[in-house]
């Protein structure tokens, strides 16, 4: 058994080795999601760190979609996290929809290699065929719960003489193939968790490898996969770090090269719960469809964790890469938490208005929304204007958390006329007229309108001058004849925010209605 041991590390040491000398120059990562869902948080931060770890060492980043299970597949969910991925700004350089050396990039389409690997597995006597029925294993299960244990197969048929196998295949009874689990332990070395050490075999039963539908299981599928595709560095959830130690056996069964492992920590709610998928709201589409910036998103989640020589808001994707450093994360949790992305979100959205290009992008897609939500109601076009759009939002940048914020009822005054009569005015002040008219004056004389300070100091004077009107009441006055409401934004800000033609317009309209 010592033996064994020594040479089973040995063997690993040896391949750990030579695996960092050949293929440490240009990595091959892969993020290997399942389309059963879409693409949520724990999965988008998943994906970034491979594409991170890929990009700071010149290396490539693969898509590989994980469905042998047929039965839970999601119609269109394989699409939309190729989507999303490009949405987020990580698009992978191979995939099914990008091509490469190494697809098909769907297990299901890679069956004959399972098969192949599989039989060399049989033939080697690392595996064998198991003809015990569902009922069986039920049965199994229930023992175990009943009598306190974990349940697991009890390997009855790895027991099984060949001759009665040859029999029962002849029959044609279903059957599936389980790989032998050796005892003992195969301690690895992951570059996060350390060296570890799981004898799966002294608390497990020996593991499906190929069900009876010809589809693999993902202890099999990942490794002929991984192996294929020629990866140098497995980059997954933590889940999977006890099942490594049969992975690697498996490795050494087939006499492959494994690769590198890191096994990243669970993203978790700020106060210790899993994420719920349940919940809806952590699923990318959502924070797309509400207006979230991708780099907003990626600038949180990683935010949230280790893994980077600094943590501070506002990160690029740039930077992100810069900064990325796997030997600084850490075992422990990462704690999300989403009430802080629209603080995310506004630092991004400076960004890209700060960024001449993006700023035009932006615009356009400010146009849309407003022809979306108000193009019936417009009176005037003017508003449309790309720089039109483009000043709004070099003026508001700081205060607002996405584009969509400006299509919010307050905000309605910057692309719709407000439809304001005198004797609506007469209701709240009879110097109503007083007012507009002084403002008027204010406004044209003022040149260029930017400094909402100095506004409200001028209209604080006008007060002062009109003896019979308080401030508060002029303020009313001017925000329902700039913008119909009775409440909004401060009315320098308005002022501000439509320039001087606009503002003496609307001003001149009420006087005349």
Request: with cysteine.
């Amino acid at each position: 058994m010592f033996v064994c041991f020594m040479r089973r590390t040995r063997w690993l040491r040896r391949v750990a080795s030579r695996s960092a000398c050949t293929r440490e120059l240009e990595p091959r990562v892969r993020f290997a999601p399942s389309p059963t869902g879409f693409l949520h948080l724990g999965g988008l931060r998943t994906a970034l760190y491979n594409y991170l770890f890929a990009k700071q060492r010149g290396g490539t980043f693969i898509l590989r979609l994980e469905d042998t299970d047929q039965t839970r597949l999601v119609p269109a969910a394989a699409d939309a996290i190729e989507d999303m991925l490009e949405w987020a700004g990580i698009p992978p350089d191979e995939s099914r929809r990008r091509g490469g050396a190494c697809g098909p990039y769907v297990q299901s389409e890679r069956l004959q290699l399972y098969a192949q690997a599989t039989s060399s597995l049989l033939q080697s006597g690392h595996a064998y065929y198991c003809f015990c029925t569902n009922q069986r294993l039920e049965l199994l299960k229930k023992e175990a719960q009943r009598s306190g244990h974990v349940p697991r197969y009890d390997n009855r048929c790895r027991q099984l003489h060949p001759e009665q196998v040859q029999e029962k295949l002849s029959r044609g009874v279903a059957r599936t193939v389980r790989f032998k689990l050796s005892a003992g332990t195969e301690p690895f070395k992951d570059l996060i968790f350390g060296w570890n050490r799981h004898d799966v075999a002294s608390v497990e039963g020996d593991p499906v490898i190929l069900k009876s539908d010809g589809f693999p299981t993902y202890h099999l599928a990942s490794v002929v996969d991984d192996h294929h595709m020629r990866i140098s560095h497995v980059l997954r959830g933590c889940e999977w770090l006890i099942s490594t130690c049969k992975h690697l056996q498996l490795y050494r069964a087939l006499r492959w090269t494994p690769p590198s492992y890191a096994h990243l920590p669970l993203l978790l709610n700020r106060d210790g719960n899993k994420l719920s998928k349940r919940q809806g709201d952590i699923f990318i589409q959502q924070f797309r469809e509400h207006g979230t910036l991708p780099e907003a998103l990626l600038d949180m989640i990683t935010h949230a964790g280790s893994g980077f020589n600094s943590n501070r808001i506002g990160r690029r994707l740039d930077e992100l890469i810069d900064e990325f450093n796997i030997s600084k994360i850490t075992t422990h949790s990462a704690l999300l938490d989403l009430d802080k992305l629209p603080d995310f979100n506004r630092v991004h959205l400076q960004h890209r208005i700060d960024d001449e290009d993006q700023c035009v992008l932006m615009a356009d897609e400010l146009r849309r929304l407003v022809l979306h939500t108000h193009g019936s109601q417009m009176s005037d076009c003017d508003v449309l204007h790309p720089q039109y759009m483009q000043r709004i939002l070099q003026l508001r940048k700081g205060h607002i958390t996405s584009v969509q914020e400006l299509l919010d009822p307050m905000y309605s005054y910057l692309w719709l006329r407000p439809h304001v009569t005198r004797q609506q005015l007469q209701e709240v002040t009879s110097e109503a007229a007083n007012i507009i008219a002084a403002v008027i004056q204010l406004v044209r004389g003022h040149g260029s309108l930017v400094c909402t300070e100095h506004l409200n100091s001028e209209l604080k004077l006008i007060t002062n001058k009109l003896k019979n009107t308080k401030y508060n009441i002029m303020m009313r006055v001017l925000r329902l004849t700039l913008s119909g409401l009775q409440k909004g934004p401060s009315v320098a800000e308005m002022i501000v925010c439509l320039g001087e033609q606009e503002v003496c317009v609307r001003l001149q309209a009420a006087l005349e209605h």
